[in-house]
């Protein structure tokens, strides 16, 4: 005991910086690296009072500080206790406004107190009259292939992958009930909430889970009111503890539909069950959709995957080859990742052709093959830009040449000219990385995706330059 009041008393003679860096250390060597570098890595230490012994640090949004206190709670009051002491105090500012750089400073309820505020799970409630009849067994609906291990990991989907996985290992917590995902077509929403599903029902066998489309719902509603049997549908349904909707948008016209859903997504989320819903736009989006569903929606979290850029393409396409145990040239690989607009249901389209295409008149999967089923799968534009057109407009636009342009020099004018003609050649044509670099300058593959990478990072956060790609793009439209 004397030693460990030595080590704290020394503790605090020291750097509260160097303090939390320990902190961090700590539970670096208690969560997997995904989960360090997701949650802990953002944190930032603020300032330590030690007169009140309050420590304060700086997290990148509220999303975040809500998780760390819903799931990381005990593992912060038991690291900060041994390095800082006992009774210490852990508040946060909350970036609430990146613009103009607005914090809100959070000083979170004792532990005890949030555990009695929190809604009890099913399990710990007495049975509903719904609940009395023994239940049927269940199937799920599920699509066993659609799982977090292949659900490749990108810059788009990597939150709504983290949150998606934690959910499906916790389906009994509160926090971020029900799970909103939405984005355009093809970007692997179906894939995430399917493999929500799945991985719950690994966990917690007894757990009765259902995938259900959105149109089906509305068909078995329908059948249900025909045979006069509409209590039995809305009872069944009562029954899920983790329902999985897909592409809600198809009930923005069916006003019945929604009066039915609203009550059973009520009950569940009374009862402590889950919900996960899918949409290709956002909730305020849903015109047509009544706004006390839309407010339900907007009630937890809100999570949207955009479409995959050409790395998380590549990488997605490769996994796929080695399932299917095809062999596919790098050339190859590259031009169907620049081809398929960002969506992965069509590089799944594309590889099943190939491999159909190998399979029946037994030859090699080449560039002419690949083209060949290219413009089968994939909507092609009728006047495509050519690589002579981005560099004539962006050149233009940054007032150099294009001999200049094509040469070593690394002016700072030309570097970003040359990136940012990539960048458009690889969003705007067909062609393969390695075709790009050589008729800008005869660079390698690897540059064009380094280049596109840094295209891409800075339009997340420099405004203006998000706006001259704009401006460029508007360019060539009207050339089209």
């Given at each position: 005991?004397?030693?460990?009041k ?6 605090m ?25 997701t ?12 007169a ?13 500080y ?50 009695t505020m ?8 007495p ?37 998606g996985?934690?959910?499906a290992?916790?389906p ?5 009930n ?44 329908s ?5 006069n ?6 009872n ?31 009950h ?19 015109k047509g ?54 969506s992965?249901?069509?590089?799944e ?8 295409f ?9 560039m002419?093959?690949a ?18 057109d ?26 970003l ?8 050649a ?22 064009v ?26 360019s ?5």
């Amino acid at each position: 005991m004397g030693n460990l009041k030595a080590r704290i008393t020394e503790n605090m003679n020291s750097n509260p910086r160097e303090l939390w860096q320990q902190c961090l250390e700590l539970i670096k060597g208690n969560v997997t690296e995904q989960q360090f570098n997701t949650w802990f890595r953002p944190i930032v230490f603020g300032a330590y009072q030690p007169a009140t012994k309050t420590l304060l640090v700086n997290v990148p949004s509220m999303f975040v500080y809500e998780y760390l206190e819903e799931n990381y709670v005990d593992l912060l009051k038991k690291v900060l206790t041994r390095v800082f002491g006992n009774n210490v105090r852990l508040n946060y500012n909350v970036l609430t406004d990146k613009t103009n750089n607005l914090v809100q400073t959070v000083q979170p309820e004792p532990t005890a107190d949030i555990d009695t505020m929190r809604p009890q799970v099913r399990g710990n409630q007495p049975p509903s009259v719904f609940d009395a009849a023994p239940l049927q067994p269940l199937d799920s609906q599920l699509n066993p292939h659609h799982t977090f291990q292949n659900f490749i990991e990108g810059d788009s989907n990597k939150l709504c992958r983290s949150v998606g996985l934690s959910i499906a290992e916790h389906p009994q917590g509160s926090q971020f009930n029900p799970m909103f995902v939405f984005g355009p077509s093809g970007c692997g929403k179906t894939h995430l909430i399917n493999a929500m599903g799945v991985r719950t029902k690994e966990l917690y066998p007894q757990k009765r889970v259902l995938y259900v489309s959105a149109r089906l719902f509305q068909v078995q509603y329908s059948n249900a009111v025909l045979q006069n049997k509409t209590n039995d549908f809305i009872n069944f349904y009562q029954t899920i503890d983790m329902l999985i909707v897909d592409d809600i948008q198809e009930w923005m016209t069916s006003a019945k539909t929604q009066v039915i859903f609203f009550h059973i997504f009520n009950h569940l989320l009374r009862n402590g069950r889950r919900i996960v819903l899918a949409s290709d736009r956002p909730p305020v989006d849903l015109k047509g959709m009544s706004d006390r569903l839309i407010t339900r929606f907007s009630g937890g979290l809100l999570a949207e995957i955009e479409k995959p850029n050409v790395q998380l393409c590549i990488d997605i396409l490769h996994s796929k080859i080695k399932r299917d145990g095809l062999r596919i040239p790098e050339d190859v690989v590259q031009f169907i990742a620049q081809t398929a607009n960002g969506s992965v249901r069509d590089l799944e389209g594309v590889i099943n052709s190939l491999l159909a295409f190998s399979i029946v008149y037994n030859g090699n999967i080449d560039m002419r093959l690949a083209e060949r089923v290219i413009k089968r799968a994939v909507k092609m534009d009728d006047h495509p830009l050519t690589m002579d057109d981005i560099i004539e407009t962006v050149c233009n636009h940054y007032n150099v040449s294009p001999t200049a342009l094509e040469s070593r020099s690394r002016k700072r004018d030309l570097v970003l000219a040359r990136q940012v003609s990539m960048y458009l050649a690889q969003k705007h044509t067909k062609m393969p990385t390695s075709r790009i670099g050589k008729l800008v300058g005869g660079r390698d593959h690897s540059t064009v995706l380094h280049s596109c990478s840094l295209v891409e990072q800075r339009m997340k956060i420099d405004k203006l330059f998000c706006e001259e790609i704009l401006e460029i793009e508007k360019s060539f439209k009207l050339k089209q």
